[in-house]
């Protein structure tokens, strides 16, 4: 029941986050003026400082996953804007972050989506579908898995590199009735 519960609530945020992305559309100058547009906070930066392996860049994507491993109960990982790398930063309260001392986990990788629990027979499995060689014309993504969250085994790829094309910025899912990954 709380895994149910956990697919509900994030089902949920996930509408929520679509009306607000829906909410703050400008649709020209037909756009509904009763409806004021959305006002942002300030924005307050939760990642510590940056470790000498991203040098100029900064992080771009993040995947959270909550695993309960290491004395941290979230784990995220970040890749970085311009494909450095990946690196793992861990939380117990969303807020207060930890960069994880030997990042990077990879290199030459970026827009990391993990996935927990996706397979029945090996429940401690994390499954990453990565960007490799970003900004080129043979980028191609590629599915990875690991034991620990740190340590990344490239499986296959997913996404064959095409002249001329870019393939990047995956988004890992498991259909639950199916069982398969897209």
């Given amino acids: 029941m709380p895994a149910l519960r956990r697919k509900f609530c994030f089902a949920i945020f996930v509408l929520m986050i679509a009306g607000c992305a829906w909410g703050q559309t400008k649709t020209g100058p037909t756009q509904d003026k009763s409806r004021p547009y959305l006002k942002l906070t300030t924005p307050q930066r939760v990642l510590p400082d940056a470790q000498p392996w991203e040098g100029d860049e900064f992080p771009h994507t993040l995947s959270l996953l909550e695993v309960k491993r290491g004395g941290f109960r979230y784990w995220g990982w970040y890749g970085l804007n311009e494909g450095r790398g990946i690196g793992l930063v861990r939380s117990n309260d969303l807020v207060h972050w930890t960069k994880y001392e030997q990042n990077p986990l990879w290199t030459n990788a970026r827009w990391p989506s993990a996935l927990a ?8 499995l994390l499954y990453f579908a990565v960007t490799r060689d970003y900004d080129t ?17 490239e499986e296959k790829v997913l996404v064959p590199g095409v002249p001329d094309e870019r393939n990047q910025n995956p988004n890992l899912f498991r259909d639950p009735r199916s069982a398969v990954f897209t």
Avoid at 117 to 124: I, W
């Fill in 117 to 124: 629990r996706a397979n029945s027979k090996h429940k401690e």
């Fill in 137 to 153: 014309s043979s980028s191609h993504i590629v599915l990875a898995t690991s034991r620990d969250g740190i340590h990344l085994i």
